[in-house]
């Protein structure tokens, strides 16, 4: 299988020790695509292209590695650095990678330069997959966010003890409560005393089946000390990482109660009889 060659970058003012350089990659059977500079302006000049990596000696007239390094991150660039010299003790060594370098290699042990670029690759890589997994998923949550906000839906997000983790903006038309108010509440302390052990019941029962769902009615208290009846449907979705939370989607029913009430005591009226003619 054909592979792109390394896209290499070498900050260096001996060009002998390139070739040094270019001879330890190529005998570990790197291919690398390279180009060479030995000074501050070059080097910033060439970083409007793309490296894979960049080969720095620590010292070269009026210009160094950690120089170097400072004009990557102003520019928002990881790059990977890692520092190639023959002159950098330990103590020295230690502060350039606390500074940013990735890796240190000394110019005598040249055999670990490709073992050390192929790590930084790797390093590289895994990074930014793991940043495209976080964009892609705070670009999802926006997105979710926002739609609740459009919506008059009312949803919360609990923990396992009913500890209410986020509300959304559709709590206010149903609760009263803007969303900050409720966060940090259990949702147990807006339940009826006289309904809190049945719905309490069946949340401990959902908590033992993950993606379960359950549907509740009771009453519960609105900002304004109101009871007002509400419905919900709870689903256990702990054990999702992308959740992690019992999701409550919920809305007042109280009218439909009311016409309820009204119906029954409507049917349960005494019938008068009429007086027949005859």
């Known amino acids: 299988m054909n592979t792109a060659p390394i896209l290499v970058l070498i900050l260096e003012d001996r060009g002998v020790d390139v070739e040094l350089v270019l001879d330890a990659l190529r005998n570990a059977g790197l291919e690398v695509d390279w180009q060479w500079v030995d000074n501050e ?28 390094l400072k004009h990557l991150q102003r520019r928002g660039i990881d790059t990977p650095v890692l520092l190639v010299s023959g002159a950098v003790g330990e103590e020295l060594a230690v502060e350039a990678m606390r500074e940013g370098v990735t890796d240190f290699i000394n110019k005598n042990h040249l055999t670990r330069l490709a073992p050390a670029v192929a790590r930084a690759l790797e390093q590289k890589r895994l990074l930014d997959e793991r940043r495209a997994t ?48 409720c966060v940090g509440k259990n949702v147990f302390e807006f339940v009826h005393p006289q309904d809190r052990d049945q719905a309490r019941g069946l949340f401990d029962q959902m908590l033992h089946k993950p993606s379960d769902s359950v549907q509740l009615q009771y009453r519960y208290r609105r900002k304004d000390g109101t009871w007002h009846w509400r419905e919900s449907v709870e689903t256990n979705l702990l054990a999702e990482p992308d959740v992690a939370a019992i999701v409550d989607n919920y809305h007042d029913i109280t009218v439909l109660k009311q016409l309820e009430a009204d119906l029954r005591a409507l049917h349960h009226q005494p019938h008068t009889a009429g007086s027949d003619s005859s």
Do not use: C, W
């Open 134 to 181: 976080d964009q892609l998923f705070h670009s999802r949550e926006h997105r979710y966010r926002k739609m609740l906000e459009r919506s008059f839906a009312a949803v919360m997000l609990l923990n396992d003890r009913g500890t209410i983790l986020y509300a959304s903006p559709g709590t206010r038309h149903v609760l009263g409560y803007n969303s900050e108010e």
């Open 41 to 68: 302006k070059d080097f910033v000049a060439r970083l409007n292209s793309p490296f894979d990596i960049i080969l720095a000696d620590y010292y070269l007239p009026q210009f160094t590695a950690l120089q170097a």
